[in-house]
């Protein structure tokens, strides 16, 4: 196969996951939205965590926030749990890998808040760790997810929210997980700000 070939089917699978992402959860993305400018209204914030891939998205999101996205406005209130090299380390070192984020979570996390968590397989034993940590506190969760959804599928409850890309291989689950946080972004913006962004 020849390399531009190869692109090519890339781009391909690329825009059928986000097509088919779409259809089967874009109602969804809308209501994680408004869930989100409710909480960042009522002076609550956004907790999100991720490993890997997923914890450059999750450093992108907060980013997205506390910055601007596409208009200009006030900052707003989120952390990314994957920053901190010295609570990391610390956590782990003390306690273990699987209470990085949940640790974060019970210490900063309040019942107006939400957990943003992405994981591509579903699998993070750090991640669940978060989410149990959440429904501690009285937080909502919101999950990106891909494939079938793994463990933390069925660890949502009736008041979380599971986004899941309609994808199998990671990379594009990946590249269905950034166009959400930009959806994310975009919905939020307007919700709370009104038109004065652009698409």
Known sequence: MLPLQRIEQHFIASIEAKRLTLEAIGPRIVQAAQRMAERLRQGGK?????????????????????????????????????????????????????????????????????????????????VLAAIVAAREIGMMTVALTGRDGGPMAGQLTENDLEIRASAAA????????ILVIHCLCDLIDHILFGDGGKL
């Open 170 to 177: 990671t990379a594009r689950i990946q590249e269905v997980h």
């Open 46 to 126: 956004i907790l999100v965590c991720g490993n890997g891939g997923s914890a450059a998205d999750a450093q992108h999101f907060a980013a997205e926030l506390i910055n601007r996205f596409e208009m200009e406005r006030p900052g707003l209130a989120a952390i990314a749990l994957t920053t901190d090299s010295s609570a990391l380390t610390s956590i782990a070192n003390d306690y273990a890998f699987e209470q990085v984020f949940a640790r974060q979570v019970r210490a900063l996390g309040r019942p107006d808040d939400l957990l943003l968590v992405i994981s591509t397989s579903g699998h993070s034993p750090n």
